[in-house]
């Protein structure tokens, strides 16, 4: 890939962004001739584009119903609150350089070069337009489509927000020569605006520090932050994006000429694609502009990202329905007028052949990102875009273009069409393979497997389930376990990669069935169903070694490929048996890490290891029940760790590297993270 996307090394970043290391610490100028030009249409984005539509009193009252909540995920909108305006105006024409750094007093602060917040007098309230935009909700420039066409924060109640919900917030504004500044306290004014001569540039730098009375925690995180600023730069071609955190002087530059095309091809790095090129076009129609890239692979997991106005639309919306529409109908009407590519088994019923939209999204991975000029979403957050005009305008868009796109590329289409073709009769594969499990659990009277150790307690919220390596492990854990809340099953015999198979071949596993089984919920885009889930606390314990290890990865495959919403709910948890007893005497201790375990000797037993007996465990069924109990499954001593998903792209990514075809990447990757492993026990 030409397009950039590297860690900037802290002692040299000022000479590779070419720019001052805080856009507040210089009166040097850093925009080039043609900013020049735009920033002298200042004059059009003034007060008067302003417009109040109410005040500020209920956001730190109710957070929820502005942020989607007080987490972790409520905790990072904030931030993006903040670099959307920041992109707005880099959309508007106005700026070309983001810098958002997360300092050491837990603070972050969002530079850019645009235009700067409007700072004369509002005159529908008597005050600055900069105390107006952070003071009072539904306040913003993005209401009359003058300032801005397209635009992510269009309900005006993101600058806003952020100021209500921080224990304090500076915004520092360069504009008109000046530099005016005025600091805000939990969304009220803490100081009144000054003014000082002497800025060489334009833009706006907002500073804010969340207040801990609202959020759970107040600790940003780096890769949460990276994932999104890199979507941004993908989505925005030419512009550049910088993070960095100055406590580790991580720092990473974000920058892509190709936009969403390099956004496809940096997906496709792991795995085999099925042509060379990516496919990708732009169009407006009806002021609506569509923006597509996409691909196909020999793998079978669908990677699609869709985007409205930079928003990621996690829940889809009308875009994404236009989408698959127009690819499900466009690849109908090809094999239907070019019925050779269905060879003969299927030539025959041609006349009664019709796909699906599952079957065109195996191996697909795609990129769709729209401009609306009044976007309607489905809450503050954005998940899911509502405006019912926008289906048809992608549809019909997708549609035109993909099909003269594949009857001009036949060498193209070819490949893709046999694939598709053999992901519709693994569908219908899949799908009998689920009825006869269906047909087999109704005459049986039960869908439990005979292997699974049930618990008595019925509510999930209460239940958990232990999935156990090996017969003596989960007889161990059998006998050691409250059997009022927690269920085991042992897994016995070899896991099915599921990284490398289809659906059908997936319900063929004995052992993958078991587990589907017994968290209830079934698998596939149709049949999943979270709210039957059996337990709310889904443990994976195995040995602490590489075999352990890699049943461990093999489970995380399968529930992040076919269970995902077990880990977005919070469900998946992986235990940690201890790597040690020590003992002296009756004295025990456990220690979990060799850190620990020199903690142990030192602390407690007074650093006299030749009296002290130590035992490295391999493997859970060294245990007997008592101790699997105390060290791993009792509720008040055990570790933990939850599974999380917090970059679905990267994740996608370790999986298709740890557990594809693609030797190269493993390799690369086993080069690169060797020196780094600890506990190897071979």
Request: glycine content about 8%; proline content about 3%; hydrophobic content about 35%.
């Amino acid at each position: 890939m030409t397009d950039q996307e590297k860690p900037v090394a802290s002692d040299e970043k000022n000479e590779e962004l070419n720019q001052p290391t805080d856009l507040t610490e210089t009166n040097e100028a850093t925009t080039d001739e043609s900013s020049a030009s735009l920033n002298e249409q200042t004059e059009d984005y003034s007060a008067a584009n302003i417009r109040v539509l109410e005040g500020l009193e209920a956001v730190r009252k109710r957070p929820g119903m502005y942020i989607g909540g007080t987490g972790f995920a409520g905790l990072h909108h904030l931030v993006w609150e903040v670099v959307d305006n920041s992109i707005d105006e880099a959309l508007a024409g106005f700026a070309s350089t983001i810098i958002v750094n997360m300092h050491e007093d837990g603070s972050i602060s969002v530079i850019d070069d645009g235009r700067g917040i409007p700072t004369d007098i509002h005159e529908q309230t008597g005050k600055s337009a900069l105390e107006v935009i952070l003071t009072v909700l539904h306040s913003g420039g993005k209401f009359d489509k003058k300032s801005y066409k397209y635009s992510g924060g269009l309900h005006g109640v993101g600058i806003s927000v952020v100021s209500a919900l921080s224990e304090w917030l500076e915004a520092t504004v360069y504009r008109d020569g000046k530099v005016f500044y005025q600091t805000f306290r939990r969304g009220a004014v803490a100081s009144e605006m000054t003014v000082t001569e002497g800025a060489h540039h334009t833009g706006t730098k907002i500073r804010f520090k969340p207040d801990a009375e609202i959020f759970e925690s107040v600790e940003f995180d780096y890769d949460t932050l990276a994932k999104r600023l890199r979507e941004l730069a993908f989505l925005n071609k030419g512009i550049k994006i910088i993070l960095r955190q100055k406590s580790t002087k991580r720092c990473n530059s974000f920058e892509y000429v190709g936009g969403i095309a390099s956004f496809v091809e940096f997906l496709n790095e792991t795995k085999t694609t099925l042509f060379k090129d990516v496919i990708a076009f732009t169009k407006e129609k009806d002021g609506i502009e569509v923006d597509v890239a996409m691909s196909y692979n020999d793998g079978y997991n669908e990677q699609f990202f869709a985007f409205v106005n930079n928003i990621n639309t996690i829940d889809g919306g009308t875009h994404v329905l236009g989408f698959r529409s127009a690819l499900t109908k466009v690849f109908n009407r090809y094999i239907k007028e070019n019925p050779d590519l269905l060879g003969k088994e299927l030539k025959n019923k041609k006349d009664d052949f019709k796909l699906v939209t599952e079957d065109t999204r195996e191996g697909l991975i795609g990129v769709l990102s729209i401009r609306v000029p009044e976007p309607q979403f489905e809450g503050q957050t954005k998940g899911k875009l509502g405006n019912p005009e926008v289906r048809g305008v992608v549809d019909q868009v997708v549609s035109d273009y993909l099909y003269d796109y594949f009857e001009q590329n036949p060498n193209i289409a070819k490949p893709v069409v046999e694939k598709i073709l053999l992901s519709m009769k693994a569908r219908q594969a899949a799908q009998k393979a689920r009825e006869l499990t269906r047909r087999k659990t109704a005459l049986e009277g039960s869908s439990l497997p005979g292997k699974l150790a049930d618990c008595s307690e019925k509510d999930p919220a209460k239940s958990e389930l232990f999935i156990v390596e090996g017969n003596s492990a989960g007889g161990s854990a059998k006998q050691g376990r409250d059997r009022r809340i927690q269920a085991i099953l042992p897994l016995r015999g070899k896991i099915l990669n599921v990284e490398k198979v289809r659906l059908e071949r997936v319900l063929s596993s004995e052992i993958i069935r078991d587990l589907i089984n017994a968290v209830g919920t079934n698998v596939g885009k149709n049949d999943f169903d979270i709210n039957k889930c059996r337990y709310h606390k889904i443990i994976i314990m195995t040995d602490a070694d590489v075999d352990g290890a890699h049943i461990r990865t093999l489970l995380l495959t399968f529930f992040y490929r076919y269970m995902p919403e077990i880990i977005e709910k919070g469900y998946l948890y992986a235990a940690q048996p201890p790597l040690y007893k020590i003992s002296r005497g009756k004295e025990i201790r456990y220690a979990y890490s060799e850190k620990e375990k020199d903690a142990i000797i030192a602390n407690d037993f007074n650093g006299e290891t030749e009296k002290v007996n130590m035992q490295r465990y391999k493997g859970l069924g060294e245990m007997n029940p008592e101790q699997l109990w105390e060290t791993t499954m009792n509720p008040e001593t055990r570790i933990l760790h939850r599974v999380k998903c917090i970059d679905e792209t990267e994740a996608d990514r370790l999986f298709s590297i740890l557990m594809g075809d693609k030797v190269e990447p493993r390799r690369n990757f086993i080069v690169k993270y060797a020196k780094s492993v600890k506990n190897l026990d071979i």
